[in-house]
Structure formats: C-alpha cells, structure tokens
C-alpha cells in the first residue's frame, strides 16, 4: 500500500504532518481550549461541553480545515454549532489580524472598521483559527448576510419591494458553509415569511466557482425548468452579482430525498434513478472533466492521509486501494456524460410529486457510472449507521435509470460503487463517533 501510494498521490501525503493534527482531533483537548481560551462562548456564559469532528479537509502545504460540531450549554438548554478549524504553519495570531483586516474591507466588508470580532478566535495551542460560519474572507457575497442594508438593496424585487423603500427586518441563515469555497444563505423577511430566497455565495475570483453561476441558467434552459412534463427541476435562478460572487436562487420547499420515512424507500430510489438519468442526457457542455486517473489520485491521497491518522486501519485501507485501483483503472473508456459528481439523498429535494436537484459545483463530464456508485454507496453507509434501507432499493435505482439511459454495465458500476466506498470510508474513520463504520464499508471492497 504505502509503494502505491506514494506512487500514485498528489501532495497530501507530503504535508499533513503538523505536530497538532491529532491533538486538533482529540474531542476533550478541544473542548478545553476553546472553554479556556474563546471570547465567544464566555461572552454568552456558554460552556462547550462536546465537539463533535465532523470532517477533515486536507489543503496541502501544511494546511488543514476541519469541520467541527460543537455542543454549548447555557446551563439550562444544550444546542449545536459548526464551527471551522485551520490549522496552519506560522503564527496564527497573525493570521488572525490579516483575515480580520481582509473582512473590514470596503466593498466586501463583513466586518465594521476598528471592530473585532470574538467569532473568530486563535488558539497557537493547537496552531489553529477557529472561526463560526458565516464569516469568510474570500465569499465577497457574506457582506449580505451581515448588513441586512446591502441585501434589501440587491434583493429587493426578489422579495417583494423596492430598493428605494425603507429596508424591512430580514433574517439570515447559513445553511452550508464550505470555508474558503462557497457558502448557502437562506434570506428571509420577517414581515412576511414567505418571502425568501437563498444565496449562492462563492470564491471571488476564481473562474471555476464562477463559471457555476451560469450552470442553473442553462440547465433551466435545456429542461430543468418548472414546467417540466416529468417534475425534474432545478431551482429557479433568479439573479447574480458579479462583484459579489452571488447567485440567487429560488428557495425551493419540500424534503431531502432519503432522509424522510413519508414515501416508500424503493419509490425514493426510482425517483433518484430518473433524475440522474435525465442529468446525464443533458446536451450541456461543461469544460471541466473528471477522468479515473483524478479519481485515483484522490483515493491515493485519501488512503495516505488517513492512515497516518488511523494507522489500524492502513491494512485494510491498503487493501481496498490496490482492489480499486486495479478494477477502476482497467475499465475501457466510455462516452464521458454530464455528471454531478456528488449525487445523493441529500442533493434531492422531493415534496410527493415534483423533485428538484440542487449543488452543481462538481458538475462535469465523466463516467456516469460515477453518479451511480456514489449514490448507491451512501445508501449503504446509511445501512451501517443503522438507518432505514430497503433490500430492492438498487434495482429500483438502475430500472428507473435505465427507462431514460442506457444501462450501466455490472463491472462498470461495480468498481466506481467501490471507489465511493473507499472514499467514504476515509471520510467517516476521522469523524468523531462514526470511525467505527470504516471498517465495514472497507469490508464490502471487493
């Protein structure tokens, strides 16, 4: 394993090796810092009394972010927060000053000139800066999250007024916040609940995650829209903001596909099929691809890093790579499809009739096998983590897709649902109170 590896991964392997990784995993280590040592909770006599790894997102060079979900108690009600991580070579409180002036910045300004900003904390114990969500420098578009002002201004007309009246009270949420890569804002007015939408907020500057503001156009546009005769549908866009990065979207009602008992598991999975097959027939053309090789690599990546964290498990991790890699690798080519690239439950919004597909950052062309696999390994995550499942949701899966798309070929789909396995088995052995899944998912790696 390692030979292959090293071989093979990109540049995780070389520079995840900061002295205070595991102690940024250690729950209790965390907790006590961040009680000891964070304006914030104090400020609000809150205690963290749990922290919870949800994900680790390797950077390279030395830089790590890890997705945290702390636990705070109020002495009399308990309640989550996410909270982001980075740690860093260098000297984090400086680093902290160079984010906090970025955020004061005029045009994209987050943050008020001359003040702090307690949601943001170093902590040179562990080299790290904890910050909450909502608060990015390289998202121009959270500047309308934190002056409701600048918001009633551009989404005036999308919320039922007009720029020139008095701005009435809004309420903003985070509702996905990927640090330093895109955050997804629900506004909403006060006065008049049923007036909301949500914001697209993404990297300034950046030609790939700006390219995406023009994806749901086109998709509405070629058959994702809401008259659509089959109830597949995209969110409507609405509008976007060059200076700001922003994309607004409608905000669609109904629930996440997978995480409802209301309609039959087999039925979800048919309608995950037809979705999928619908996206994959689409005649749009995206510039980015995602070849085997790409996948690969990332799994080599993946494989390294975790088993320098979980090293109990690098026998088995080094096992299942060498399996994906010689079944994945030794599959003909095949026509490349418009693919998602992170097709789940939770990509689907379903309300009984109408389904609408959300998240296109990762849309490219590939094996459409991709999709496939990915969705079909985290119904068997769901499975370990002792979710409802059903045994014939597979079938319904590839029946409903095969209806509208030509039918995926058994070793095709076999070794892309290994590779989805694989990578979330990387991802689940370094997320607090889940690391026990790993082994299982390995397990079923043929």
């Known amino acids: 394993m390692n030979a292959l590896s090293h071989r093979h991964s990109g540049h995780w392997h070389r520079h995840f090796r900061l002295p205070h990784l595991r102690s940024a995993l250690d729950p209790d280590c965390l907790c006590q810092l961040l009680n000891a040592h964070w304006p914030w909770v104090a400020a609000r006599g809150l205690t963290v009394t749990a922290c919870h790894v949800h994900r680790v997102f390797p950077r390279g060079a030395g830089h790590q972010v890890i997705k945290y979900v702390l636990t705070l108690d109020d002495g009399q009600t308990r309640r989550e927060q996410v909270a982001f991580g980075e740690l860093l070579p260098g000297d984090v409180r400086g680093y902290r000053t160079r984010v906090l002036d970025k955020l004061r910045k005029s045009r994209r300004q987050q943050l008020a000139r001359g003040v702090d900003c307690d949601a943001i904390v170093a902590l040179p114990p562990l080299g790290m800066l904890l910050r909450l969500p909502g608060w990015d420098e390289k998202l121009p578009g959270l500047t309308l999250h934190h002056y409701p002002r600048r918001a009633w201004r551009l989404l005036a007309p999308l919320l039922g007024g007009s720029a020139e009246e008095t701005c009435p009270p809004l309420r903003g949420q985070v509702l996905n916040h990927r640090l330093g890569k895109r955050c997804v804002l629900r506004v909403q007015r006060v006065d008049a609940p049923e007036r909301t939408v949500v914001l697209r907020c993404l990297k300034a500057g950046d030609a790939r995650h700006a390219a995406s503001l023009s994806v749901m156009?086109?998709?509405?546009?070629?058959?994702?829209?809401?008259?659509?005769?089959?109830?597949?549908?995209?969110?409507?866009?609405?509008?976007?903001?060059?200076?700001?990065?922003?994309?607004?979207?409608?905000?669609?009602?109904?629930?996440?596909?997978?995480?409802?008992?209301?309609?039959?598991?087999?039925?979800?999975?048919?309608?995950?099929?037809?979705?999928?097959?619908?996206?994959?027939?689409?005649?749009?053309?995206?510039?980015?691809?995602?070849?085997?090789?790409?996948?690969?690599?990332?799994?080599?990546?993946?494989?390294?890093?975790?088993?320098?964290?979980?090293?109990?498990?690098?026998?088995?991790?080094?096992?299942?790579?060498?399996?994906?890699?010689?079944?994945?690798?030794?599959?003909?080519?095949?026509?490349?499809?418009?693919?998602?690239?992170?097709?789940?439950?939770?990509?689907?919004?379903?309300?009984?009739?109408?389904?609408?597909?959300?998240?296109?950052?990762?849309?490219?062309?590939?094996?459409?096998?991709?999709?496939?696999?990915?969705?079909?390994?985290?119904?068997?995550?769901?499975?370990?983590?002792?979710?409802?499942?059903?045994?014939?949701?597979?079938?319904?899966?590839?029946?409903?897709y095969a209806e509208r798309a030509r039918p995926v070929a058994p070793a095709r789909l076999g070794a892309w649902l290994d590779a989805a396995r694989l990578r979330l088995a990387c991802l689940y052995a370094l997320q607090t109170g889940q690391g026990h899944l790993a082994p299982g998912l390995l397990g079923e790696i043929q």
């Not at 062309?365 to 390994?377: F, H, I, K, M, T």
């Open 217 to 400: 156009q086109q998709l509405w546009d070629k058959g994702f829209h809401d008259q659509a005769d089959d109830d597949i549908r995209i969110p409507r866009p609405l509008m976007s903001s060059e200076a700001l990065a922003t994309l607004a979207i409608e905000d669609v009602p109904g629930e996440l596909l997978g995480e409802t008992g209301r309609w039959p598991l087999t039925g979800q999975a048919a309608v995950a099929g037809r979705v999928l097959a619908k996206l994959h027939g689409c005649p749009l053309g995206v510039a980015r691809t995602r070849t085997v090789g790409d996948e690969l690599t990332l799994l080599a990546d993946w494989v390294a890093f975790t088993s320098e964290l979980r090293p109990e498990l690098q026998h088995d991790l080094g096992r299942a790579l060498h399996s994906v890699w010689h079944r994945l690798g030794g599959l003909p080519q095949c026509p490349p499809a418009l693919v998602h690239r992170d097709y789940y439950g939770k990509q689907l919004i379903h309300d009984g009739q109408t389904t609408t597909l959300i998240d296109f950052d990762t849309l490219c062309q590939a094996d459409p096998a991709l999709d496939l696999g990915n969705y079909l390994a985290h119904r068997r995550l769901a499975a370990h983590q002792g979710r409802p499942v059903a045994d014939d949701e597979p079938q319904a899966l590839l029946a409903a």
